[in-house]
C-alpha cells in the first residue's frame, strides 16, 4: 500500500509547479495623467491692493491645523470637540472600520481553509433490509474525526485582484474619512465666524439705535420747547423703528448658528448659548496665503485621493473578472479515523486519508464571464471619468476661493474707512444740529449712514473670515496629522 508521503509528493510537485507558472491577469493600475497648470490663475490675495488699509498678518502656508492660525482659543475647543465627538465622523470612522474589515478577511482567501469534523453514529437495519440476520447483528456503531483542507491554488490573480481591490477600497474609505474631517472643520469654523461676525452687526444695530434714540430725546426736548416740530418728532422715531427692527432678527441668526455649533461638536442644541453668548472680535486674517501649485493640490485633496483609490479598485475588478475565463485549481485533502468502536478510533488500521487536485472551468459560461468583464471595463472607465472631475472641480473650488478672499480682503479696506469717516460725519452733523448750523434731516441722514456702513463693514469683514476658512478647506487644510483611525491600512 503506498504511504501517505507517496500519494501527496506528486500533487504537491505539481501544485508547487502551478505556482510557479502563474500570473495576474487584467490590467494594472497606473495613476491616470492628468493635465493641470503649474500655477493658479488668481494671485496670491494682499490687503496691500488698497492703500490705508489695516495691517494684517504675514503669509501663511495651508497648514493643516489651520485654526490654531486664528488665535482663538474657543474656536481651538470647538474643533477638538468637534473631532471627537461629530457624529458624521463617527459615521465616516465605521465606514472606514469596515472597509479594513473586509480587507482582512479578503487576505484569508489566499490561505488554505482548513475544517476539523468528528461524528458518532448508533444504528440498526431492519429485518427486511438484512434478511436472515440476528437482532443484535443489525446493529451498528461507527466513529470517524477528521480534519480537512481545501485551498484554491490562484495562478491567474482572481484572488491577489480581489485583495487589490479591497486594499484600494480601504484606502478610499480613509480618505474619505479625511474628507469628512475636512468638511466639518470648515462648516464650524464658517458657523463660528459667521456667528462672531452677527453678534458684532447686532452690537452695532444696538449701539445706533442707543444714538438714535439719544437724537430723538433731543428733538422732544426741542419740541417742548417750542424750537423743533411734530415732522421731525416722526421722522426720528421712525428712523430709530427702522434700526430696532433689525435687532430680532439678528438675534436670531445668532441663535441658529450656536444651535449650529452645539450640534456640529455632538452636543445638544441648546447646550453652548451660555458658553458663546458674550461677544468675541473676529481674529486677525493673514494679508497673503500660500496656496503652492495645483500639483501640490492634487496629492494633498483627500477627494482626490479617494477617487484615484476607487479607480484602483475598479481597475483591479476587471481581472477578478478576467479570471474567471481560466479554470480554477483546488487542492484539497483530508486526514483522519474511522472506526466502529471509539477505542479503535486513533489506531493506525482505522486511518483514512484523502488528497486531491481539482479542476473547475465552465467552457460553456463564457458568455456570462464576458459580460462581467465588459461590466468592469465599464465601471473602470466611469470612475476614470470621477477621477477626472473630481481634480477639476478641485482646482475650480481654489480658484474662485482665491478670487473670493482677495477681492473680500480689497473690500474689507473701503468699507473699514467708509464705516470710520461716516461715525465721523454722524458725529460732527449732532455737533453743527445742536449748534443750529443744520437741520435735523442731516442728523439722521448722517445715522443712517453710519449704521448702513458699519453694519457693511461688520458683514465684509466676516465674509473674509469664511473666505479664508473656505480657502484653506480647499486647499486641504482641516484635520490633524493624527487621523482617528485604529490602525494603518493593510496591516490589520
Known sequence: MQTFRTITRPLVASALALALAACTVGPDFVRPDVAVPDAFSQPAPSSAAVEGAAETPPATAADPAFWLGFG???????????????????????SYDRANALLRGSKFDSFPTVTASAEGSDSRASADQAPGVSRDDRDGESYSAGISAAWELDLFGRIRRGVEAS?????????????????????????????????????????????????????DARLGAGRGTEFDT?????????????????EAQVAFDMHRLAVLVGRTPDALVAQLQPAVPLPALPAKLDAGTPGELLRRRPDIVAAEQRLHAATARIGVATADLFPRFTLGGLIGSQAIDTNMLFERSSETRFVALGID?????????????????????GELARYEQTVLLALEETENALVRYARARTEDAHLERAAIDSATAARLARVRFDAGAVDLFEVLD???????????????????????????????????DTLPVREAIGQR
Request: aromatic share 4%.
Open 234 to 250: 416722526a421722522r426720528a422715531r421712525a428712523q430709530l423703528e427702522a434700526t430696532s427692527a433689525r435687532i430680532p432678527a439678528l
Open 361 to 381: 472551468w465552465s467552457f460553456l459560461d463564457i458568455g456570462r464571464v464576458r459580460a462581467r468583464i465588459a461590466a468592469s471595463d465599464a465601471e473602470a472607465e
Open 446 to 480: 448722517a445715522e443712517r449712514t453710519q449704521l448702513e456702513a458699519q453694519d457693511a463693514f461688520a458683514a465684509s469683514r466676516t465674509r473674509s473670515a469664511t473666505g479664508a476658512v473656505s480657502l484653506y478647506v480647499a486647499l486641504a487644510g482641516g484635520w490633524p
Open 167 to 219: 486594499r484600494a477600497g480601504a484606502a478610499a474609505s480613509a480618505a474619505d474619512l479625511e474628507s469628512a474631517q475636512v468638511a466639518i472643520v470648515g462648516e464650524l469654523a464658517r458657523t463660528y465666524f459667521d456667528l462672531r461676525g452677527l453678534q458684532e452687526r447686532l452690537r452695532v444695530a444696538r449701539d445706533n439705535a442707543d444714538n438714535q434714540r439719544e437724537t430723538l430725546r433731543l428733538v
Open 72 to 94: 482663538d482659543p474657543q474656536l481651538t475647543a470647538l474643533v477638538e470637540q468637534a473631532l471627537a465627538a461629530n457624529h458624521d465622523l463617527r459615521i465616516a470612522l465605521a
